[in-house]
């Protein structure tokens, strides 16, 4: 049975299509699955080459740090953390937007995640991969990398259960550890639908054994729910948690600038913020590369457009908020930290971030922009580079002028600082470009869903109009 674009409606608002086109049950199921099945494109052989040469940057970077040590990077006294921890922030937060749609959207019924939910999870689980690399490689002495890790501490020198890196690993890990957990149940139904569709041996084979003997029945679809909605529940305060862990590892310090209880909300704001620009950017090149504009439509874009036009007030709202404690407090510690931000050698990277984080999202206000998506797409890109040099900003300004004048100096990364982080972005194409070759992209379960002939009442309301 196909249904037209003006019968799908979304759960939240009536009027709008969740999807469009002519859908139904079995073109969904060869429009996803395709892409998996199909023959495999010369540009996707081409990007992945370049994704992984980056990712060999990475790991070279990598390799070259642990052989001559830190001095290869940019940090200097006072400036002891550069751009691997501002990397690892910028990793963590982009990790933000998957659990939020699949976890707190689908607690809240919003139907209209179901086609982004997929993609935007695998995203949370490949920026957390990187993310994960940096506490690593940034503590100096890599061979004692296992001082984070919660091993027997019977002598009390390590691992330091006070040390706000071990609070990241205990967070950042936990919160990996169910995002991979929720993303893995919600591919069961669609593994299996790939190993009934295999034509090879090996294929079956494999996808059988990651279907779990997934046949469908009413029985398995009845534990397949509770457990996506416990795992939703076990997310969900993860979202807020995490992130607010890792505005800790600055909050608990005395460095002007970061001793602040503003700090996790603004964190958590600021992750989701990023997040979702990410998902936009990756969801617009997905429904122009595969021809998903049937089920990424402009509602999903305009929907998260708002999403982050509010987290970007919120977080436009934290900065004013900053330079209000500052001066309110009295600290001329701390309202110096601020003036220098904004007008100290530093300015062009401060300025920057306000221009992306605060000016450019207030474009969303116009349909017209929510609904360009050359706009969205540029935007997006836009509010990533902003939030990068968010986390450049909080770093490197509090550390570069400290309480001792006679210690300032100017933090320039250099070539291996770039190195590497140029290269975690090739990490993380690669792994995006694995999962898009080898897993279906969108939900097909739950996009059919929300397909008027899921609802059982659809038959006889159809009767009814005729």
């Known amino acids: 049975m196909n249904t037209t674009a003006k019968d799908t409606k979304s759960l939240d608002n009536p009027g709008t299509p969740l999807i469009t086109g002519n859908q139904s049950f079995h073109s969904v199921t060869e429009k996803i699955s395709g892409i998996v099945e199909a023959k495999v494109s010369p540009y996707w052989y081409l990007a992945i080459t370049i994704s992984s040469l980056l990712a060999l940057v990475f790991f070279g970077s990598i390799g070259y740090l642990v052989w001559e040590g830190i001095g290869i990077w940019g940090v200097n006294v006072p400036v002891g953390w550069g751009f691997a921890i501002i990397n690892f922030v910028f990793w963590v937060g982009i990790g933000h ?21 997929r993609f935007a999870e695998a995203m949370t689980l490949f920026a957390i991969t990187c993310a994960l690399i940096f506490p690593g490689i940034h503590v100096g002495r890599i061979w ?22 071990l609070w990241d690993v205990f967070a950042v890990s936990t919160y ?3 995002s991979l957990l929720f993303w893995y149940t919600g591919l069961i139904p669609d593994f299996a639908t790939l190993r009934d569709r295999a034509k090879t041996k090996w294929k079956r084979l494999i996808m059988g054994i990651l279907a779990l003997g997934w046949r469908g029945g009413n029985r398995q679809w009845k534990h397949y729910e509770l457990a996506y909605l416990i795992l939703a529940g076990i997310s969900t305060p993860l979202v807020l948690s995490v992130h607010s862990v890792v505005s800790t590892d600055f909050a608990v310090s005395l460095v002007p600038g970061w001793h602040t209880t503003i700090f996790p909300p603004y964190f958590v704001a600021g992750a989701i913020f990023s997040g979702f620009a990410m998902v936009m950017t990756l969801g617009i090149l997905a429904r122009k590369i595969f021809g998903l504009e049937d089920f990424i439509t402009v509602n999903h874009l305009d929907k998260m457009s708002k999403i982050m036009l509010v987290t970007g007030m919120m977080v436009g709202y934290a900065y004013m908020m900053e330079f209000f404690i500052a001066w309110y407090s009295g600290n001329e510690y701390e309202l110096f930290t601020f003036l220098n931000r904004a007008f100290g050698p530093y300015a062009w990277a401060y300025w920057t971030m306000i221009t992306c984080n605060v000016l450019v999202p207030q474009l969303f206000w116009f349909k017209k922009v929510r609904n360009s998506i050359g706009a969205l797409f540029v935007i997006s890109i836009l509010i990533n580079i902003g939030m990068w040099f968010e986390r450049f900003v909080i770093v490197v300004t509090s550390l570069s002028r400290d309480f001792l004048p006679a210690n300032w100096d100017y933090y320039s990364p250099t070539f291996w600082d770039i190195a590497t982080f140029v290269g975690s972005f090739g990490l993380f194409l690669t792994l995006f470009l694995l999962f898009v070759r080898f897993v279906p992209i969108i939900s097909m379960a739950e996009v059919k869903g929300v397909l008027p002939q899921a609802d059982p009442h659809h038959t006889a309301k159809e009767q009814a109009k005729g």
């Open 176 to 178: 990996f550890t169910a």
């Open 97 to 117: 937007a998957g659990t939020l749609i699949s976890a707190i959207l689908f607690l809240m019924r919003q139907r209209w995640r179901t086609s982004i939910n």
């Open 144 to 165: 004692a990398a296992y001082w984070m890790f919660p091993v027997p501490n019977q002598m009390g020198m390590w691992p330091n259960f006070r040390s706000p890196l």
